[in-house]
């Protein structure tokens, strides 16, 4: 199976955001790929202080223009995160839609990023804007079982566990990482949870400066259950690609016997 990420720095502006996705698109589907992992905050990205007005509801405006890119462009757009308005409070959802653009299922962020790093004055806390999920969600897509998860989600390794042991066989964490724990940490924590769970690993991350006081990492990355790096976007906005084989994942528990041991 091959599978893209696009990696983007989003602004705030959701129509500057669409028309570079929708850009993207046409490229992948030239490539014959047919499954688009996107980042976290793909449609429209805050400043963290507040929320984005453009909140996606089921069916409104900003659900529709997520829905009509995957069946515009016959796609998979797998993973990718808005700030989505339920029942009064706001959740960073995972968005996941098949190529006719129906929705396959979305999972809302359970852990909320909080950071305060007193070297360069970076201080987030989700908390102050979203609400957090109440439990993990796997969907399948072309005979693949895909765990989802959003970037501060990925230091919590008893969530990869979970999916690992119900059969998944790719975990996918869309991201914006800041640049000081996207450089201390990102490639070890995404290669780590490729290794321990011998799946293959999909981060689509956000890069550059998404505003006055948002700058991420980039850096999305396709690591494979051995832990090798199969493509590693760096810095810029760019799309990167890859090839998934399920006897590579065979290979790799055969030979380490890992799997065989974990249990429901």
């Known amino acids: 199976m091959k599978i893209a990420i696009y990696q983007l720095t989003s602004v705030y502006n959701f129509e500057e955001n669409l028309k570079k996705i929708d850009e993207a698109c046409l490229q992948v589907k030239r490539s014959g790929a047919n499954i688009l992992f996107l980042p976290e905050c793909f449609y429209s990205i805050s400043n963290g202080l507040k929320p ?6 089921q ?3 900003h659900y529709k223009n997520i829905s009509n890119l995957a069946k515009k462009h016959e796609l998979y757009l797998i993973g990718g995160s808005a700030a989505t308005k339920l029942k009064g409070s706001i959740i960073n959802r995972a968005y996941n839609f ?15 990023f909080s950071c305060s790093l007193k070297k360069d004055g970076t201080s987030i806390d989700e908390a102050d804007i979203y609400t957090s999920g109440t439990k993990p ?29 119900e059969g998944v066989t790719i975990l996918t ?6 640049v000081p724990t996207g450089k201390a940490h990102w490639h070890t ?12 690993v999909v981060a689509a991350a956000q890069w550059g400066k998404n505003n006055e006081r948002i ?7 396709i690591i494979d259950p051995w832990g090798e790096v199969l493509a590693d976007a760096g810095e810029g906005e760019k799309i990167i690609f890859a090839e998934l084989d399920h006897e590579r994942v065979k290979q790799v528990r055969d030979s380490v016997g890992v799997y065989k041991y974990l249990k429901p």
């Open 52 to 57: 984005t007005e453009y909140l996606v509801e």
């Open 189 to 200: 924590l995404l290669k780590a949870r490729a290794i321990e769970n011998q799946c293959y």
């Open 173 to 178: 964490f869309s991201s914006a990482f800041t």
């Open 137 to 165: 969600q796997s969907i399948e897509v072309e005979g693949w079982k895909i765990g989802l998860g959003i970037c501060f989600d990925l230091r919590y390794p008893e969530m990869s566990r979970k999916y690992a042991v």
């Open 98 to 112: 098949d190529p006719q653009g129906n929705e396959l299922s979305h999972y809302d962020k359970m852990h909320l």
């Open 59 to 61: 069916n409104n405006e």
């Open 215 to 221: 700058q991420t990492y980039g850096h999305s990355l």
